[in-house]
């Protein structure tokens, strides 16, 4: 396993039409690749206690988000990740929040174009990400 310093999260949130990021201001975080056969990545966000209804919320309604992180330092390209919330947890006066991650291997150009085919093509909600996990 290889661990690394997560500089930056944003949640990609399904809007009617768009998916626009919703950047989350980290107080600290870490991004461990697993290094298993399935690809998977954990994200420690540490965070504000003030985004725990907002991931309680999307754990509830969603089993796989979009994220995009910047891993190491801001200068690098952000990477995109299919995730589902593991947990969140409360420490002290802030929270935790776990990811159970896939790497999207592919372009920011790529995802988007992937993206913009699927709303014009009318999907929305939980079939939109359906369809953007089966073309991915």
Do not use: C
């Not at 159970?100 to 939980?126: A, C, F, M, N, P």
């Amino acid at each position: 396993m290889k661990t690394f310093k997560l500089i930056s999260l944003d949640v990609l949130e399904d809007k009617p039409a768009e998916i626009r990021p919703r950047n989350i201001p980290l107080l600290d975080g870490l991004i461990i690749n697993r290094e298993d056969d399935k690809n998977h990545w954990i994200l420690e966000a540490y965070l504000d206690h003030s985004y725990t209804s907002y991931f309680r919320d999307l754990k509830k309604e969603n089993d796989k988000i979009m994220l995009q992180a910047k891993i190491t330092k801001e200068s690098n390209q952000p990477a995109t990740f299919m995730a589902s919330i593991l947990d969140i947890n409360d420490i002290g006066e802030h929270i935790n929040v776990l990811f159970l991650s896939t790497l999207v291997d592919r372009k920011k150009s790529e995802i988007e174009k992937t993206l913009k085919s699927l709303i014009e093509e009318g999907y929305q909600g939980d079939e939109l990400l359906d369809e953007f996990k089966d073309r991915v």
